[in-house]
T-cell receptor, first 112, second 115 residues
Framework: NAGVTQTPKFQVLKTGQSMTLQCAQDMNHEYMSWYRQDPGMGLRLIHYSVGAGITDQGEVPNGYNVSRSTTEDFPLRLLSAAPSQTSVYFC???????????FGSGTRLTVV | AQTVTQSQPEMSVQEAETVTLSCTYDTSESNYYLFWYKQPPSRQMILVIRQEAYKQQNATENRFSVNFQKAAKSFSLKISDSQLGDTAMYFCAYLYGGATNKLIFGTGTLLAVQP
């Protein structure tokens, strides 16, 4: 049972490049979320999903897209990377009704 | 909108002593969950303890316990017999028990346990 798997763990992008951060969970959780963590700001919600085919925006959605075609996968797409998107990104999942989220190990992204 | 405030950016405690981390939150909801997460230098987010708002009894997990004051919207974490491995960033988080299941975090408290 792998839990929540994020890839890659580290990435360096040039300004303007696009990329997809992958997230997969094998716990059959309905809820999935993407966060970014910046110093002094805690974790801020980017996008979230309450089930396959259903996504919505969080607190800081600009510059990011998501989709949820299956229960297991919830990729985060950066359309045109900017230095302001340099951050650590976490994916998390939760079952219905229990409230506790399980987190992936994070992706450290640097945009130069 | 729901908000979570952690007013102590950094704290320090001696090994084997007790420390309390503070957290307040703002909500108009009656049904919700509160959490404390630990993030050691490895970056992994680890769930420490969970409290359901409708339960008056304070949650306890080994050396970790909370003081949940619903009327005051306060949710502090007490760590007893502090250990070097407790050195980490600690995040307080609020989850609204509705359909969205959104988890909102405070800005964190960096705890250093000194030998």
């Amino acid at each position: 049972n792998a839990g929540v798997t994020q890839t890659p763990k580290f990435q360096v992008l040039k300004t303007g490049q696009s990329m997809t951060l992958q997230c997969a969970q094998d716990m059959n959780h309905e809820y999935m979320s993407w966060y970014r963590q910046d110093p002094g700001m805690g974790l801020r919600l980017i996008h979230y999903s309450v089930g396959a085919g259903i996504t919505d925006q969080g607190e800081v959605p600009n510059g990011y897209n998501v989709s949820r075609s299956t229960t297991e996968d919830f990729p985060l797409r950066l359309l045109s990377a900017a230095p302001s998107q340099t951050s650590v990104y976490f994916c998390a999942s939760s079952p219905r009704g229990q409230g506790g989220y399980t987190f992936g190990s994070g992706t450290r992204l640097t945009v130069v | 909108a729901q908000t979570v405030t952690q007013s102590q950016p950094e704290m320090s405690v001696q090994e084997a002593e007790t420390v309390t981390l503070s957290c307040t939150y703002d909500t108009s909801e009656s049904n919700y969950y509160l959490f404390w997460y630990k993030q050691p230098p490895s970056r992994q987010m680890i769930l420490v303890i969970r409290q359901e708002a409708y339960k008056q009894q304070n949650a306890t997990e080994n050396r970790f316990s909370v003081n949940f004051q619903k009327a005051a919207k306060s949710f502090s974490l007490k760590i007893s017999d502090s250990q070097l491995g407790d050195t980490a960033m600690y995040f307080c988080a609020y989850l609204y028990g509705g359909a969205t299941n959104k988890l909102i975090f405070g800005t964190g408290t960096l705890l250093a346990v000194q030998p």
